[in-house]
């Protein structure tokens, strides 16, 4: 009798048990969601500061930026002092995605004038790229930086595979996107990867980071009278043969009107400035008007 009366107690006590779990769970459905929870699509935008220009850049590194003032790989000071920089503009609510080249590890071109298959040293290339980007996700994130690394070649144990969309949705949820191995095929440099990857994603401008002030009309650690143009349309690019770009990515921002910057890198603060509107470096964009050098655009 006693065995029948602990049975007893025991369901009723479950009975009792299941109904507090029935009552919290229907309590928890019927409150409101909140949201700040990370997978919660935010609903607007973060706003920009005031100033700034542009709300989705696309911002193109070559390798040899991360050397430093070394000759070969990646410089720690200046891998951070990058980082430091790009979270700083990230956080004036500009969506940053990064294209980087591998001149620093390895440069297709060069391998193949020396005899080896162009294809074979091109797919070599973009492997530097892919380096240089996993080293670029380590730096910001080990300052607290979301960032994502999507590669046009496959490598899904270091890093997404590059689809458009995903790309955008991550811009939007306020990561920083770096975008690796180029384009995924031969021929194509990175140079074009950040042209095409910038109207891919709907970028404003791309931001070419150089170890000068922009473009002249020779090479300035050469010539002292180097000339440097604030503005440049397409086609002087192309007819001058400008060192801008290769001519199929100015190409391609041409026919889509995409307007390239080009300035110095090197010193502290110059995205941040170019950003804000402060006229800095060389502009490319469509203009029927003769290009503007330093000397032509001063008053008087």
Do not use: W
């Not at 507090?20 to 700040?36: L, N, Y």
């Not at 404003?204 to 473009?215: C, H, Y």
């Amino acid at each position: 009798m006693a065995t029948k009366v602990r049975g007893k107690s025991g369901g009723e006590k479950a009975d009792g048990e299941n109904a507090e779990a029935k009552a919290e769970a229907k309590k928890a459905a019927d409150a409101p969601r909140s949201r700040t929870t990370d997978k919660t699509v935010p609903t607007t935008k973060p706003p920009l500061a005031p100033g700034v220009k542009y709300r989705r850049i696309l911002l193109k590194l070559s390798g040899e930026a991360l050397m430093g003032g070394g000759v070969y790989g990646i410089d720690p000071a200046t891998l951070s002092q990058i980082a430091d920089e790009l979270i700083d503009v990230h956080s004036l609510g500009v969506e940053i995605a990064l294209v980087i080249g591998g001149g620093n590890i390895f440069r297709g071109i060069a391998a193949s004038s020396r005899g080896m298959d162009r294809a074979h040293a091109d797919y070599m290339g973009m492997l530097a790229t892919v380096i240089n980007s996993l080293a670029l996700q380590d730096a910001l994130e080990s300052r607290g930086s979301h960032t994502r690394v999507l590669s046009a070649i496959e490598m899904e144990r270091i890093a997404e595979p590059y689809i458009r969309r995903r790309a955008i949705r991550h811009l939007e949820k306020g990561r920083l996107v770096i975008f690796a191995a180029g384009t995924g095929n031969p021929f194509f440099t990175t140079d074009t990867a950040a042209s095409l990857r910038a109207m891919e994603i709907g970028a404003e401008i791309v931001m070419k980071a150089t170890r000068v002030d922009g473009v002249y009309d020779k090479d300035p650690h050469k010539y002292k009278d180097a000339r440097m143009f604030r503005r440049l349309s397409y086609l002087d690019v192309l007819n001058r043969n400008l060192e801008v770009m290769d001519s199929t990515a100015i190409s391609l921002c041409r026919d889509n009107s995409l307007p390239i910057l080009v300035f110095n890198m090197t010193r502290p603060g110059n995205i941040r400035r170019v950003l804000l509107g402060e006229p800095l470096g060389t502009l490319v964009l469509e203009e029927r008007r003769e290009p503007r050098t330093p000397t032509e655009s001063r008053p008087g």
